[in-house]
């Protein structure tokens, strides 16, 4: 990729199985019953009566700038280009996304790929495959509440951290970069896990923890008001996982290639767009994705996402990082055994976007 200078602390192991089966007794009670919060782009108006575009269902997992490279390719109209008509939809929170999709809400998920490999081992007949993966890093960062030189993550020991959800990727990632550096996330800190996600930032503006794990736009909005200091970058530290990917059910799949195929092509598109442009461009383009949030902050943590190289140049989900992934969840006591990546994954789409 082109460079520019510049919740409460539970038992785990046990309980994969039950997640699995949970989530598809949840896919049943609650089908047609999915909130989100529709967002098209200005170039992604409905067609006309008398068009052949495709209308495509896209649940993403939830609405972030750490998704650049696709409001691109809505904004700049790649998915029209392409014969799509595309509706945006928020599920807020994987499990919501992954229901959307089984239960034929969405015909396209945006989520971490952690969810597909719950859902095939927990037995789903029409599992849920892999084409297309987004983002190649974890898009959270350690905050601490003072400014910190040459920090090592012994610095956290004996200290209090606002985490994330119990099984949660974010806070997976995190304790896996622990144990990465010798660190036991059980009795070397105090990782508080009681606050709910996206009101940790306000917790630790409020004083509580001597550091925060967070994702923007919270750890840019906490430096820009003096009450905390970004310090690591969580995507450096845990190298490349496939944090976010789009899939589809293999039913969908096998019935629309043309149609993935052409979903496929806009985000490499959009993909192209962010790896050729400045972060100032990339803000110019998503600004009327995230009106709530001002171009100076919006250019900021774009920059930080791409200097920490959180987008690939392809949309190919490879093996090796499929692999680490599934590292991480073995090692957080959420996967009891390996998933084939020739099941979940195909890269056919991918490959023929960037030909």
């Not at 919501?96 to 927990?122: N, P, Q, R, W």
């Not at 983002?135 to 200290?159: C, E, H, I």
Request: charged content about 20%; hydrophobic content about 40%; glycine content about 8%.
């Amino acid at each position: 990729m082109k460079k520019i200078p510049c919740n409460n602390m539970t038992h785990r192991s046990s309980s994969f199985i039950k997640k699995a089966t949970a989530l598809l007794l949840t896919t049943l009670l609650i089908a047609g019953a999915l909130c989100g919060c529709t967002k098209k782009g200005s170039n992604e108006a409905a067609q006309d009566s008398g068009s052949s575009a495709k209308e495509v269902t896209l649940n993403e997992v939830a609405h972030s700038i750490f998704y650049a490279p696709m409001y691109v390719a809505i904004e700049e109209g790649y998915f029209k280009e392409e014969g799509i008509d595309l509706t945006l939809v928020t599920g807020f929170g994987a499990d919501k996304t992954m229901t959307a999709v089984l239960t034929d809400e969405a015909d396209i998920g945006f989520m971490g790929s952690e969810a597909t490999i719950y859902t095939y081992a927990g037995g789903t007949s029409d599992y849920v495959v892999n084409f297309a993966q987004l983002t190649q890093r974890a898009g959270n960062f350690l905050v601490s509440r003072t400014p910190v030189d040459n920090f090592n993550w012994d610095m956290l020991k004996g200290a209090t951290v606002l985490g994330g959800r119990a099984g949660g990727m974010p806070e997976m990632v995190f304790e896996f970069i622990l144990k990465k550096n010798g660190i036991d996330p059980q009795s070397d800190l105090d990782i508080d896990q009681s606050i709910d996600f996206g009101a940790t930032a306000a917790a630790f503006s409020g004083g509580q923890g001597a550091f925060t794990v967070e994702f923007e736009p919270f750890a840019t909005s906490l430096e820009s008001k003096g009450d905390g200091y970004v310090i690591a970058s969580l995507g450096e530290e845990s190298g490349y996982v496939p944090y976010t990917a789009f899939s589809a059910k293999q039913s969908y799949i096998e019935a629309n290639p043309d149609v993935i195929q052409a979903f496929t092509n806009a985000l490499q598109k959009g993909m192209n767009y962010v790896s050729s442009h400045t972060p100032e461009e990339i803000a110019k383009v998503i600004q009327p994705q995230f009106e709530e949030t001002d171009f100076e902050s919006l250019t900021t943590i774009i920059t930080r996402y791409y200097e920490q190289d959180t987008w690939k140049d392809n949309l190919i989900l490879e093996e090796e990082s499929f692999t680490l992934l599934q590292n991480i969840l073995e090692e957080a006591g959420e996967l009891p055994k390996r998933v084939p990546y020739a099941d979940l994954v195909t890269t056919e789409f991918a490959e023929k976007a960037i030909q």
